[in-house]
């Protein structure tokens, strides 16, 4: 068995004013992200996420904007957000808000769909809050059980609380509608700022690039991704500057590989996309490797 890791901060041990966050990864489950915090002045910009998102909140309220408008969240509220959906979120509430996120892969998801349920495709949610005590307290014993290194009450948790809202507000997402001249320009706009992203051209020079005008590319790359070309790159900089964490290379040489300025600049953007800062975040993903299950602890 994996030794314990050790557990984070928990929603009763925070001051009356004070953050904390915790953002890891439980090397039994290695296809899951873990977050348990409270923020209070903190703000998520707009961004998105490769896999899935479920969080509840354990005390005060959590404003999550969503393409469909914001959700107010509290106690008891699951959050459910698909895979590369933009969204920002912030305090509800003067004191801030207590939450614990999970981050599975898509692959985690529809494994269980095609396990679970007739759902077949690339599946998701139509609603992205609902009142659920029984699946927010699943979500916060994955946590514990994590925590406490039982790789089998958090993986069994995990797929009972996911079956659960696949069973009741789970679909198959609908699928792409037909790729119109502003969709092509918006993914070949995607796939230059992927491939130059530490040396970017400015709007004007890559709308000329791809044969449009610069704003007629803005509303189509906003259209189809839900973010300016601009924003979807920070994010985009952040999510590659987190690879190279889990790899082991340095912030420093992270922040100049993704083409942040400098560290600082990285720590920053790291900072209000993940949640916690980018140090932080690699202690953490060390601590997952060296108590995996080669660990000779």
Known sequence: MAARSVPGPTPDSDSAAGEWARYWQY??????????????????????????????????IEDVGLPGGTVHAGPGTVVMINPEVPHTARAGAPEGWVYATLYPSAQVINDIAADTTRLRGTVGFAETSVLDPEAARLIGEVHRAAEEGNALAADSMLRIMVARLLSRHGSALPARAPRSAGTRDAERARAVLESRMAEPPTLETLAAELGTSPFALLRAFKKQYGMPPHTWLTDARVRRARRMLDAGIAPADAAAEVGFTDQPHLNRHFTRIVGVPPGAYQRERAKTYKTGPDSSA
Do not use: K, M
């Not at 090397?27 to 479920?54: C, I, K, M, N, Q």
């Open 27 to 60: 090397a039994e489950l290695p296809d899951l992200d873990l977050l348990r915090a409270r923020y209070v002045r903190h703000t998520f910009p707009r961004h998105s996420h490769e896999g899935y998102v479920f969080g509840t909140i354990t005390r005060g």
